[in-house]
């Protein structure tokens, strides 16, 4: 366990953070400038803050009122930065063990166990000039876990990267997220990233934790949005693979929210995913639409609308029990709709527009039961 209690001043940025996290990947999530990576680096104790507490599995690195403040080479956190920062005199296999010479005997981790996880055996010979961007960053996430740390620290790990190498290096932060053994802190102001991979997330705006929780918890909140980017907005939706149709090209999913189709997926029937559905592809209807194209149709009711824009409306839907969607129409449809909290409405989902970038494996460390905390700011 994790617990940040912070105060600190940075020229006229202030920042006040309070938050836990427990195992899996908690992400620190908010517009560029947030103070995201100020965040981190308290943890880390490259910043020594004015006031606060921080703790790791009862462990205390920082404490002001005690005059506590263990340094940075003694605290067991690893630091994953945007670029790999590797050897470029030495083959990946000695930037591994670069790693172990930082850890203790009983905490180094086990070179080949880590090859394995990050699958890098190829890669041993070489030297970091002749990797990929994802290759190198995979490298420098071994040679931090060698040092045998009890957290990992990710800030934005993928920004440096094309479409092509990220989707080369997420399966790999899922694999660690979820058989690493270590929690990872993970910085990123990309919605798809951390809808994909967070369990819990950190929602940071002007130095200040707006909101933490689970994943669909914190992604299904409207009013949220302003803070995090209105474009992106979108929920995530909990689900199993039911069935696939190979002759259509599609897989059948099945949740809490009913069911939904998307594009053919090459995934196991019962496999758990995790489905990320943006606010401007959903379409609302007063009543269960007939002969349309769309091959998606939730029944939900509204729970709460947030007017965005001078001519837009955010729709807060409740899927079933445990579901949320959100919905971007304009204020004018919402009139015509008659959209009041409570209300049953049914949201119209295109099958195209799940594309495989929306849809993830569900983390096996998934802390779904824990309660949501919004903070007002003040």
Do not use: C
């Amino acid at each position: 366990m994790l617990e940040v209690d912070i105060e600190h001043r940075l020229g006229s940025f202030a920042l006040d953070i309070q938050f836990r996290s427990g195992r899996g990947l908690t992400a620190l999530f908010g517009r560029s400038g947030a103070g995201k990576t100020s965040i981190v680096n308290v943890i880390a104790g490259l910043i020594s803050p004015h006031k606060g507490r921080i703790v790791i599995d009862g462990s205390v690195l920082t404490d002001t009122e005690r005059r506590i403040n263990i340094p940075t080479h003694r605290r067991r956190v690893g630091y994953i930065f945007q670029e790999g920062r590797l050897f470029p005199h030495l083959t990946v296999r000695q930037n591994l063990l670069f790693g172990r010479w930082f850890a203790r005997a009983s905490t180094a981790g086990r070179l080949d166990d880590v090859i394995d996880l990050l699958g890098v055996s190829a890669l041993l010979d070489r030297r970091p000039g002749r990797l990929s961007g994802g290759e190198k960053q995979r490298v420098a996430i071994g040679r931090a876990l060698l040092a045998g740390p009890r957290l990992l620290l990710m800030d934005e790990p993928l920004a440096s990267l094309d479409a092509r190498r990220k989707d080369e290096i997420l399966p790999y932060i899922e694999r660690l997220r979820d058989h690493g053994n270590v929690p990872i802190v993970y910085v990123s102001h990309a919605v798809a990233e951390v809808t994909r991979l967070a369990n819990t997330i950190v929602l940071i705006s002007d130095g200040r934790v707006r909101a933490s929780g689970p994943l669909p918890e914190v992604m299904g909140r409207a009013e949220l949005y302003p803070m995090a980017g209105r474009f992106e907005a979108g929920a995530v939706l909990s689900a199993r693979v039911a069935a696939h149709d190979p002759g259509w090209g599609l897989t059948e999913l099945s949740g809490a929210f009913g069911r939904l189709v998307v594009p053919r997926l090459d995934t196991a029937i019962g496999t758990a995913l995790r489905v990320r559905i943006r606010a401007r592809d959903v379409i609302l209807a007063a009543a269960p639409p007939d002969r349309i194209s769309a091959l998606n149709v939730l029944t939900g009711h509204v729970e709460a609308l947030v007017p965005i824009e001078e001519a837009a409306l955010e729709v807060q839907l409740r899927l079933g029990k445990d579901e949320r969607l959100l919905a971007r129409i304009t204020r004018r449809s919402g009139a015509a709709l008659g959209l009041s909290p409570g209300r049953e409405i049914f949201a119209v989902i295109k099958t195209v527009a799940i594309d495989r970038r929306s849809l993830g494996p569900q983390s096996e460390a998934s802390d779904l039961d824990e309660e949501v905390e919004v903070f007002d700011g003040e």
